[in-house]
């Protein structure tokens, strides 16, 4: 008797005809219980259509509940098309609207069109689109995509340091959108919570704006797809047959970015759809481009209409709008984890030690000598020179000394022991953009923080610190666990640490959400605070960082030999494995204790250590020494000028050194292309 056998075609159509199925029905679940008010089917068709202006129920449902749902379905598709489109343009399966740092730029972007006083001039120039929120997202999703780009020329826009690139262009922008909030906050009162993707709908003018854009976007990606589908096998292909690679590469990025932020500039950022529809739409088969662009837009679709009905029900119990975009890392960081174990990695991405040293090598105690000098200058600053209601005065009264006393030691100890996280994490995974805040050490010790104040209320010092360490050794754990079939290799830790950091800023922003007013009174610490320490915070800082500091010190051979390579240092006899678990749990320890004195700092350890560098100091004591120094006059002066310069109000130390810290690095960087 003859038995039947399904043919692999057949068994790959009931495959996604299963997926569909379960998908509509999920859908249909869920529009059942997001749904604010249950009405008969000929009455749904009529709010969706032409609502009875006498029911309010309809009214709802045709200016608030079915413009959110289409607004999901349009941003969805549009990230996933933008992101479908970068990562087939820069052959990098991890490129995405916010990985690359598009979304920032443009959130930056609409945030400076709110200040500008374009309501004055609408008559004359905001008819034109050159003038809209809109075109200001537009350049500024374009100039993050060029400084990312500029970062990463030197090594040929490699995936992992487009990566890096796209987050330090991300927190870079980041804390001047927030100097921004701090300084306007009448005019950008809710923007925080908007930027994380917010869908809610009062009309249906945002649909109206945004689906011609979309539909323009993708028929020009239609047009050009043909040599897109070229590009897929290799610039050198490419150009042997005519193709005109760099303006092919230009007009598709500046599509995307136009799409990103078109999506932007209506709801804020919505993370990871752009990163992983793509995925999913290659993993369910789509091969040639076309298939790539049209399923990833429809995944993405779905994956944010999903979510969005996932979100509705809650978002009343948490007290205010819970933002979709923030809740979407949820799902997307899992998924960038589970793409990350599945890709294997080209050996040009690993772990290799600089054959070409960009500097000289400089005697050690003249540069220590200047550093330490410009040290005490600051501090003797920092604790005399300063603004009162009198204007700048010079001060030595002892009142004034004792209040500014524990900031300029907790400035100078924060910054040291940043800078020493940040030494130890650049030498073991070789790589100069690798950061506490980067690898998520940071958003782990700060979510852990805001999570005891969520659940517990005020905490004790006592009870912070073992809540920072628990969050900062909890993200090492998760990173060593991620990491290990890989033997910790230095490009799985990083890429494993960007996508918790993601996904814990997310769910910060989440907890922000709810409403919850000890957590609100946070949002000073999350951006980095030295306002209102006390003694007791800087024994703490100083304690725990020398004894921290004499234990690494004592290991910087170890230092030494890993930045030769994997290989040399096992032929040497070390432990690559053991140690990189000693050392990152001395970078985890370090960062909780800035972290829960001063709060979650960016680029201060992602920039000393770089900076000591570049002034010729190579071996790992010598370079440690230098970066303590430097970090501590990067959070000094910092400190000073929040304290200062806008006078009475202070701005957070944190967002000041990210602003003097960032640029410089990506100054450097750029030097160095």
């Given at each position: 008797?003859d038995?039947?056998?399904?043919?692999?075609?057949?068994?790959?159509?009931?495959?996604?005809?299963?997926?569909?199925?379960?998908?509509?029905?999920?859908?249909?679940?869920?529009?059942?219980?997001?749904m604010?008010y249950?009405?008969?089917?000929?009455?749904?068709?009529?709010?969706?259509f032409?609502?009875?202006?006498?029911?309010?129920?309809?009214v709802?449902?045709?200016?608030?509940?079915?413009?959110?749902?289409?607004?999901?379905?349009?941003?969805?598709?549009g990230?996933?098309?933008a992101?479908?489109?970068?990562?087939?343009?820069?052959?990098?399966?991890?490129?995405?609207?916010?990985?690359?740092g598009?979304?920032?730029?443009?959130?930056?972007?609409v945030?400076?069109?709110?200040?500008?006083p374009l309501?004055?001039?609408?008559?004359?120039l905001?008819?034109?689109?050159?003038?809209?929120?809109?075109?200001?997202?537009?350049?500024?999703?374009?100039?993050a995509t060029?400084?990312?780009?500029l970062?990463t020329?030197?090594?040929?826009?490699?995936?992992?340091?487009?990566?890096l690139?796209?987050?330090?262009?991300?927190?870079?922008l980041?804390?001047?959108?927030m100097?921004?909030?701090?300084?306007?906050?009448?005019?950008l009162?809710?923007?925080?919570?908007?930027?994380a993707g917010?869908?809610?709908?009062?009309?249906?003018?945002?649909?109206?704006?945004?689906?011609p854009?979309?539909?323009?976007?993708l028929?020009?990606?239609?047009?050009?797809q043909?040599?897109?589908?070229?590009?897929?096998?290799?610039?050198?292909?490419?150009?042997?047959?005519?193709v005109k690679?760099?303006?092919?590469?230009?007009?598709?990025?500046?599509?995307?970015?136009?799409?990103?932020?078109s999506?932007?500039s209506?709801?804020g950022?919505?993370?990871?759809i752009g990163?992983?529809?793509?995925?999913l739409?290659?993993?369910l088969?789509?091969?040639?481009?076309?298939?790539?662009?049209?399923?990833?837009?429809?995944?993405?679709?779905?994956?944010l209409?999903l979510?969005?009905?996932i979100v509705?029900?809650?978002?009343?119990?948490?007290?205010?709008?819970?933002p979709?975009g923030?809740?979407?890392?949820?799902?997307?960081a899992?998924?960038?984890l589970?793409?990350?174990?599945?890709?294997?990695?080209?050996?040009?991405?690993?772990f290799?030690?600089d054959s070409?040293?960009?500097f000289?090598?400089?005697?050690f105690?003249?540069?220590f000598?200047?550093?330490?000098i410009?040290l005490?200058?600051?501090?003797?600053?920092?604790?005399?020179?300063?603004?009162?209601?009198?204007?700048?005065q010079?001060n030595?009264?002892?009142?004034?000394l004792?209040?500014?006393?524990?900031r300029?030691?907790?400035?100078?100890?924060?910054?040291?022991?940043?800078a020493?996280a940040?030494?130890?994490?650049?030498?073991i995974?070789?790589?100069?953009?690798?950061?506490?805040?980067v690898?998520?050490?940071?958003s782990?010790?700060?979510f852990?923080?805001?999570?005891?104040v969520?659940?517990?209320?005020?905490?004790?010092?006592?009870?912070?610190?073992?809540?920072?360490?628990?969050?900062?050794?909890?993200?090492?754990?998760?990173?060593?666990?991620?990491s290990?079939?890989s033997?910790?290799?230095p490009?799985?830790m990083?890429?494993t640490?960007?996508?918790?950091?993601a996904?814990?800023?997310?769910?910060?922003?989440?907890?922000l959400a709810?409403?919850?007013?000890?957590?609100?009174?946070?949002?000073a610490?999350?951006?980095?605070?030295?306002?209102?320490?006390?003694?007791?915070d800087s024994?703490l800082?100083?304690?725990?960082t020398?004894?921290?500091?004499t234990?690494?010190?004592?290991?910087?051979?170890?230092?030494?030999?890993?930045?030769?390579?994997?290989?040399?240092?096992?032929?040497?006899g070390l432990?690559?494995y053991?140690?990189?678990?000693?050392?990152m749990?001395?970078?985890?320890?370090?960062?909780?204790l800035?972290?829960?004195?001063?709060?979650p700092?960016?680029?201060?350890?992602?920039?000393?250590p770089h900076?000591a560098?570049s002034?010729?100091q190579?071996?790992?004591?010598?370079q440690?020494l230098?970066?303590?120094v430097?970090?501590?006059?990067i959070?000094l002066?910092?400190?000073?000028?929040?304290?200062?310069i806008?006078?009475p109000?202070q701005?957070p130390?944190?967002?000041?050194?990210?602003?003097i810290?960032?640029?410089?690095?990506?100054y450097?960087l750029?030097?160095?292309s």
């Open positions: 008797m038995v039947a056998i399904a043919s692999p075609s057949k068994v790959g159509f009931m495959k996604y005809w299963t997926i569909a199925a379960a998908v509509i029905v999920a859908i249909i679940v869920l529009l059942r219980f997001s604010p249950s009405l008969p089917l000929s009455q749904l068709g009529q709010a969706l032409s609502p009875d202006q006498n029911s309010y129920q309809q709802i449902l045709h200016y608030s509940y079915f413009p959110r749902l289409v607004m999901a379905v349009l941003c969805g598709a990230l996933a098309l992101g479908s489109v970068m990562q087939t343009v820069l052959r990098n399966p991890l490129a995405s609207p916010t990985t690359l598009v979304a920032s730029g443009a959130q930056l972007g945030a400076i069109a709110m200040l500008l309501s004055a001039w609408h008559s004359e905001t008819a034109l689109f050159w003038m809209t929120p809109k075109m200001f997202a537009f350049v500024g999703g374009l100039l060029a400084l990312v780009f970062l020329a030197r090594k040929g826009f490699a995936p992992l340091q487009m990566v690139a796209g987050m330090v262009v991300t927190l870079f980041g804390s001047l959108n100097v921004l909030i701090l300084f306007n906050d009448q005019q009162a809710g923007l925080f919570i908007w930027g917010a869908l809610d709908q009062t009309d249906w003018s945002g649909v109206v704006n945004l689906m854009q979309l539909g323009i976007a028929l020009l990606l239609l047009v050009i043909r040599p897109l589908s070229v590009l897929q096998l290799g610039e050198d292909v490419a150009s042997s047959i005519g690679v760099g303006i092919l590469r230009i007009t598709a990025l500046v599509i995307a970015v136009f799409v990103t932020s999506i932007v209506e709801v950022i919505i993370s990871f990163l992983v529809a793509p995925s739409a290659r993993l088969g789509a091969r040639r481009l076309i298939f790539q662009l049209l399923l990833s837009t429809l995944v993405g679709a779905v994956l209409l979510t969005d009905l509705m029900p809650f978002a009343g119990i948490a007290g205010e709008l819970l979709t923030a809740v979407t890392a949820l799902i997307g899992p998924c960038l589970w793409l990350l174990n599945q890709k294997s990695w080209s050996n040009t991405q690993k290799q030690p070409e040293p960009q000289s090598e400089q005697r105690l003249p540069v000598a200047i550093a330490v410009v005490a200058l600051l501090a003797f600053v920092s604790l005399f020179l300063g603004q009162s209601q009198l204007g700048w010079v030595f009264s002892a009142n004034v004792d209040l500014r006393s524990p300029v030691l907790v400035a100078i100890f924060a910054g040291s022991a940043l020493l940040g030494s130890i994490i650049q030498r995974t070789g790589n100069p953009m690798s950061s506490p805040e690898i998520g050490i940071s782990g010790a700060a852990a923080l805001v999570l005891g969520l659940l517990f209320g005020s905490v004790t010092r006592f009870e912070q610190l073992l809540l920072g360490s628990g969050g900062a050794l909890f993200i090492m754990f998760m990173v060593w666990w991620f290990r079939k033997q910790l290799s490009v799985k990083l890429l640490g960007v996508a918790l950091s996904l814990l800023d997310s769910l910060i922003r989440i907890s709810s409403g919850n007013e000890q957590v609100k009174a946070l949002l610490w999350l951006s980095g605070s030295t306002y209102l320490v006390a003694w007791s024994l800082l100083i304690v725990g020398v004894l921290l500091a234990g690494l010190f004592a290991c910087h051979r170890w230092l030494d030999l890993m930045a030769l390579g994997n290989i040399t240092a096992s032929a040497l432990n690559t053991r140690v990189r678990q000693c050392l749990l001395f970078a985890s320890m370090l960062t909780a800035a972290v829960i004195v001063v709060g700092l960016s680029f201060v350890g992602l920039l000393a900076m560098k002034m010729g190579y071996s790992a004591r010598h440690m230098l970066s303590c430097i970090g501590s006059n959070m002066l910092a400190d000073w000028l929040g304290r200062n806008w006078f109000w701005v130390a944190g967002l000041l050194a990210s602003l810290g960032g640029g410089y690095f990506i450097l750029r030097k160095q």
